[in-house]
């Protein structure tokens, strides 16, 4: 019989500076925890970090006991919340959704509207600006993975989806994801 495992995770905001991920993980390590998935990265000057920290719930409740304190240390704002396993769904297919296109406002709501409309499921998402080569034209960039009810029509799914985004002037692709 295979035990439950449990969860807590993490979010953390604060200042970037050196030695944030250190404390973190040393805080987990300490406590006799594993860090399973995470996702950290630096927005403007702030440095935001999700961990899904898995444990027992003694040694989670330890980990949750220790927030303040180090909250305090990193001069971060740190929030937990407990968790259990991610029910799986062998009905959803994964999908890779890349975006590219002159950024402008709305980008992301109108994605996020396209596939709510049809009950798909974004299930991470990350986004990005930068200058064009040789005219320096703002861009924006969009990567999500979406999980797709496997009764829907994949083929009449996309072509919907490309005539979408050909409509707002954004080159699209979707397709399996790999690996």
């Not at 594993?34 to 950290?40: A, C, G, Q, T």
């Not at 220790?66 to 991610?86: D, F, N, V, W």
């Not at 029509?153 to 790999?178: Q, S, T």
């Amino acid at each position: 019989m295979t035990r439950q495992k449990t969860y807590l995770v993490i979010s953390a905001l604060g200042e970037d500076h050196p030695g944030i991920v250190n404390q973190l993980s040393r805080a987990v390590l300490e406590h006799g925890c594993n860090i399973e998935d995470s996702r950290m990265t630096v927005l403007g000057g702030e440095f935001a970090a999700i961990l899904l920290v898995e444990g027992k719930w003694n040694t989670l409740a330890k980990i949750e006991n220790t927030l303040p304190e180090l909250e305090r240390q990193l001069g971060m704002t740190i929030i937990s919340k407990r968790t259990g396993e991610r029910a799986t769904n062998r009905s959803l297919l994964p999908y890779a959704v890349d975006v590219v296109s002159m950024d402008h406002p709305g980008i992301i709501n109108n994605l996020a509207g396209f596939f709510a409309d049809r009950k798909i499921n974004i299930e991470d998402m990350a986004t990005s600006t930068y200058a064009a080569a040789h005219t320096g034209t703002p861009m924006f960039s969009v990567h999500m993975t979406v999980g797709i009810p496997a009764d829907i029509h994949i083929a009449g799914l996309r072509e919907e989806f490309m005539d979408y985004c050909d409509g707002l002037n954004l080159d699209a692709v979707l397709e399996p994801l790999k690996g």
